[in-house]
């Protein structure tokens, strides 16, 4: 299996502009995790969704922030407008059925600066 | 919000000693998971430990896990230059379904 993929690895905007982050689950993995990644405030769970839905989205910082999966093969996480405080590391991850508490196989995380 | 505080935050150490570290967490938990982050990688399952269990071995790795304290440790054994990395504690609350990571300690191995 070739893992949780991320796209794209790194990204770089101007503020104000919309960037979309990209996510490809584990085959067979019922829920996907969205992470953000800062010295300041460590791994943050954003949102996480089970079969496709959407469960827990507490983790989302405000209204800029949404995503989606709408298969159980993609999902993405879009920041329109992007700010500078939105620079981070952000990381999707996979887990399978009676998973939501047991491991999670992460992405290679999508490096976001936002000048 | 992190629920788990690891401890030491950074610690080096010579290749072949053994490397400790120690996480504290708040409430309550179903099960207890420790991660490592190369630089630069996505976090890699170490190990997981359930509510019930005291201890557990997996290669060169002990966790041991003390309900009553809200505390774990993980040891890893005769380290080597590529156990160089950040461990992260990640606890999965008994009332919650949510994986909430720690701060994390950085591990360095000196050859």
């Known amino acids: 299996d070739a893992g949780v993929i991320q796209s794209p690895r790194h990204e770089v905007t101007e503020m104000g502009q919309e960037v979309t982050l990209r996510c490809k689950p584990i085959s067979g993995h019922d829920y996907l995790f969205w992470y953000r990644q800062t010295m300041m405030r460590g791994l943050e769970l954003l949102i996480y969704f089970n079969n496709n839905v959407p469960i827990d989205d507490s983790g989302m910082p405000e209204d800029r922030f949404s995503a989606k999966m709408p298969n159980a093969s993609f999902s993405t996480l879009k920041i329109q407008p992007s700010e500078p405080r939105d620079s981070a590391v952000y990381f999707c991850?996979?887990?399978?059925?009676?998973?939501?508490?047991?491991?999670?196989?992460f992405g290679p995380g999508t490096r976001l600066l936002v000048l | 919000s992190q629920q788990g505080e690891e401890d030491p935050q950074a610690l080096s150490i010579q290749e072949g000693e053994n490397a400790t570290m120690n996480c504290s967490y708040k409430t309550s938990i179903n099960n207890l998971q420790w991660y490592r982050q190369n630089s630069g990688r996505g976090l890699v399952h170490l190990i997981l430990?359930?509510?019930?269990?005291r201890e557990k071995h997996s290669g060169r790795l002990r966790v041991t896990l003390d309900t009553s304290k809200k505390s774990s440790s993980l040891l890893i054994t005769a380290s080597r230059a590529a156990d160089t990395a950040s461990y992260f504690c990640a606890t999965a609350a008994s009332n919650d379904y949510k994986l909430s990571f720690g701060a994390g300690t950085t591990v360095t191995v000196r050859a």
């Open positions: 991850a996979s887990t399978p059925r009676e998973g939501r508490q047991e491991t999670q196989y």
């Open positions: 430990i359930r509510s019930n269990e």
